[in-house]
């Protein structure tokens, strides 16, 4: 069964830091490319980073410096690490896989599987 499950949201303050996971069943995870994405209440869904299969890594502008993404294929596990949150970073944040090398390169925010997603609330 394909699964996608992300654990780690929370509520936080401002300046705060959390670390996501986004651990993966049923998938070669270790030649997936992988996306986070965050969809904020009453907006649509909001890229913010991907890596590819070695460990590359692309960030949307109003993550950079701020947001990590990684990977540790031995545990079939996508992380996102957040620091210096913002109550803008407020949202429900998902990991998915993207399908194939050229919708990575493309960015063309296609997704074959997707997990549920877990909230980050950041207020003070």
């Known amino acids: 069964q394909v699964q996608l499950v992300e654990f780690g949201g929370g509520s936080v303050q401002p300046g705060g830091s959390l670390k996501l996971s986004c651990t993966t069943t049923?998938?070669?995870?270790?030649?997936?490319?992988m996306d986070w994405i965050r969809q904020a209440p009453g907006k649509g869904p909001e890229w913010v980073s991907d890596i590819d299969t070695v460990g590359n890594t692309r960030y949307a502008d109003s993550v950079k410096g701020r947001f990590t993404i990684s990977r540790d294929n031995a545990k079939d596990t996508l992380y996102l690490e957040m620091n210096n949150l913002t109550p803008d970073d407020t949202a429900l944040y998902y990991c998915?896989?993207?399908?194939?090398?050229?919708?990575?390169?493309?960015?063309?925010?296609?997704?074959?599987?997707r997990g549920q997603g877990t909230q980050v609330t950041v207020s003070s």
């Open positions: 998915a896989r993207i399908p194939n090398y050229s919708d990575y390169v493309l960015q063309t925010h296609k997704y074959d599987v």
């Open positions: 049923g998938i070669t995870f270790r030649t997936s490319y």
